[in-house]
């Protein structure tokens, strides 16, 4: 889930980026990464380019044209690699986080529904004959007989990546690598070779949707609540990617207000950012 932005000396100066900027500099190329991971991005089917950092990148891209534009498909496995190189990046779905090292932020994009645990219908009554209002993940993990499934290379808020620290080496925690992870592991569930798994609603509905399956079900965790996840562009935090953050920021409010853009956000996430 990244866009990977590069140049020479683009964008300088404190202000946004203006078109005759991009006009006298034709070495300006902007190359857009992704990797399979519906909805975030989705590559083929009905929702082919539709996905929730698809419609993001496209709205950006069109504002700051006419800057050049590639697009590759690289697996998470490629793109962490990257990540650990010295290559200048901007990965469009992020969470929202103070800069460190490594990232500078953009303002917010989009704001996703909390994190909550994905199982099937059948075994959360045979759990809890009486559903409680949230699931505790700590408790889920401590259950040697429920596997927990997640993609090996995505790490979650502290709430909840402490207690999978905690059991990372436990037969019962599997780490499922490759592409398509999100997908890929609801099918797990509903073949009962993975029980539960964490993600976003967004997630579980496009499962649904695709597969035409209505047998999984998403619950608030009790270590994580409702706390709502804030997403943003994250960049190389160096002066190439301030320079980026500051052009992608001057069109964000005009993306976050465009009418596709909010009929996508509806679609996966039936909620919107507030203020950035």
């Known amino acids: 889930m990244l866009l990977t932005l590069l140049t020479a000396d683009l964008w300088s100066g404190q202000g946004s980026l203006a078109a005759e ?8 190329d902007i190359r857009w ?4 991971s519906p909805p975030f991005h989705i590559l083929d089917g009905h929702h082919a380019g539709y996905g929730i950092c698809d419609v993001l990148v496209d709205k950006i891209n069109a504002r700051l044209s006419p800057l050049d534009t590639t697009i590759d498909v690289y697996p998470q496995s490629r793109i962490n690699r990257l990540i650990e190189g010295t290559e200048n990046l901007c990965f469009p779905c992020m969470i929202k986080r103070q800069d460190t090292d490594r990232f500078v932020y953009s303002k917010k994009t989009t704001v996703y529904p909390p994190l909550g645990i994905i ?18 993940l700590r408790d889920l993990l401590n259950n040697d ?7 090996g290379a995505r790490r979650f808020p502290e709430e909840l990546q402490s207690a999978i620290d905690a059991h990372k080496d436990d037969d ?26 964490l993600d976003y609603p967004g997630v579980l509905r496009y499962f649904a949707i695709k597969e035409n399956n209505q047998s999984l079900t998403y619950m608030l965790t009790t270590e994580y609540g409702e706390q ?4 943003a562009i994250g ?8 320079r980026a953050i500051r052009a992608i920021d001057s069109v ?13 956000q509806t679609l996966w996430l039936n909620t919107l950012p507030d203020n950035p």
Request: hydrophobic share 35%.
């Open 252 to 264: 964000l409010d005009e993306v976050i207000a465009d009418p596709e853009y909010r009929e996508n």
């Open 172 to 197: 019962n925690v599997l780490a499922l690598p490759g592409v398509l992870g999100p997908l890929r592991l609801l099918q797990q569930i509903d073949f009962e070779r993975v029980h539960y798994t």
């Open 33 to 36: 990464i992704k990797n399979p």
């Open 119 to 136: 199982l099937r219908k059948e075994l959360l009554t045979e759990l809890y004959p009486t559903p409680p209002e949230t699931l505790s």
């Open 21 to 28: 900027e991009t006009r006298a500099n034709p070495q300006v």
């Open 235 to 242: 960049c190389t935090n160096n002066a190439w990617g301030k």
């Open 228 to 231: 709502p996840v804030y997403g």
């Open 145 to 151: 007989s429920l596997i927990f499934g997640f993609a």
